[in-house]
């Protein structure tokens, strides 16, 4: 296979020829891409690829100095130009370098793009150039063994990144939501999350779901997450509900992962359009719902000050604080009441409430009957 580079700093650009393109058609492979010269450059000389694919004005080192330079080590090399720019003059000045075509992007067909590239091929086999052929590979890569670990069909990989690893963000979308885009429009939101959260790992878990494992801290999360949405929606028109969990002592990845997973389905529909602030208030609230977790304690744990984030809980929520982490306790004192013969101060005691004539009165006044009562009925 002929080793394709391509060079252009329009991401949808740069998208749409790569996923329209059928390269192995003209036994070519889409081998790497860059969004401007320099790193083009680098990834010339460490590939030497036989095709580049440039556009010319681009950041760091034009598409022309790269084209000299390109010439310089490799003369053989098919180059083909994609522009925006109508200059003839800038194209003229090419013409010593062996341009085997160029496409203007104002007018291009697919027509013109394939005939192109036709050309290149047979002015590779008559120059003799016989390309690459890679070997297949015979391991996944590491994205995809983990996607495999944390859906439980596989083990987990052998990487020295694991144990920095603290932290995941599981995005995912709601139905109507993932009914707006293809999978065309999942790489282009692939490239963005990759930029805005750097040197993290982004391993595919469903359709159009994903989730980031993000090494070290990473204080700025939200922001990062709102930026992301930015983009999808002023793009795409689809915002991600996202979830966040830091590891716990002694706890695996997976373990991490299927805690995220439980907590989205326990998740209400009407809390993934709340402020994020009181989203991760409230999975925390969620998981530590067993503890004496008092508003100013939570509220130390967000960072903020508890008269801001109990004015801001009551606006998002519609309700205070401590009849929401007491419904919270309510929902799970009743699923232990059907399922487990605890007597029933135990039960009230595992979910947190400490006080057994306090949850007496609290448990008839939102159920309209004792617990015991309650029980009996349900059981």
């Not at 790193?39 to 556009?55: G, I, S, Y």
């Not at 689809?238 to 966040?244: A, K, L």
Request: charged residues 35%; glycine residues 6%.
């Amino acid at each position: 296979m002929y080793q394709v580079l391509f060079a252009e700093d329009e991401l949808l650009v740069r998208l749409g020829l790569q996923n329209s393109i059928p390269w192995e058609n003209y036994d070519m492979e889409l081998t790497a891409q860059a969004d401007n010269g320099i790193t083009a450059f680098e990834l010339f000389q460490k590939l030497r690829p036989d095709v580049v694919l440039t556009d010319i004005r681009m950041e760091g080192m034009d598409g022309y100095e790269l084209i000299e330079k390109i010439r310089e080590i490799d003369e053989e090399c098919a180059i083909i130009v994609i522009s925006c720019l109508d200059d003839f003059e800038t194209l003229r000045k090419m013409i010593p370098y062996k341009i085997i075509g160029y496409i203007l992007k104002a007018s291009m067909s697919m027509k013109e793009i394939y005939d192109v590239l036709q050309e290149t091929k047979d002015y590779l086999e008559r120059t003799g150039r016989k390309g690459l052929r890679r070997k297949k590979k015979e391991t996944m890569s590491l994205e995809q063994t983990l996607a495999e670990y944390l859906s439980g069909e596989g083990e987990m990989p052998e990487w020295n990144g694991e144990k920095h690893t603290g932290l995941i963000l599981d995005f995912y979308l709601e139905d109507t939501e993932k009914e707006k885009i293809n999978e065309l429009a999942m790489k282009f939101i692939y490239e963005l999350v990759n930029r805005q959260v750097q040197g993290s790992i982004l391993v595919e878990t469903g359709e159009k779901e994903f989730c980031l494992l993000v090494s070290g801290r990473m204080e700025d999360v939200d922001e990062k997450i709102e930026r992301i949405n930015r983009s999808t929606e002023g793009f795409l028109g689809v915002r991600f509900c996202v979830n966040t969990g830091k590891r716990e002592p002694d706890e695996t990845l997976r373990e991490l992962y299927l805690r995220l997973q439980s907590r989205r389905k326990a998740e209400k529909p009407e809390e993934r359009k709340w402020d994020r602030l009181i989203q991760r208030a409230v999975y925390y609230m969620r998981e530590h719902h067993e503890e004496s977790l008092s508003l100013p304690e939570i509220s130390g744990i967000l960072g903020i000050s508890p008269s801001y984030f109990s004015h801001l809980f009551k606006r998002e929520t519609g309700t205070n604080y401590v009849e929401f982490l007491n419904q919270i306790r309510l929902e799970e004192v009743l699923k232990d009441l059907q399922n487990s013969s605890d007597k029933i101060v135990v039960v009230a005691e595992n979910h947190g409430f400490h006080n057994p004539e306090y949850f007496s009165r609290f448990f008839k006044k939102s159920m309209g009957i004792s617990p015991a009562k309650w029980r009996q009925q349900n059981k």
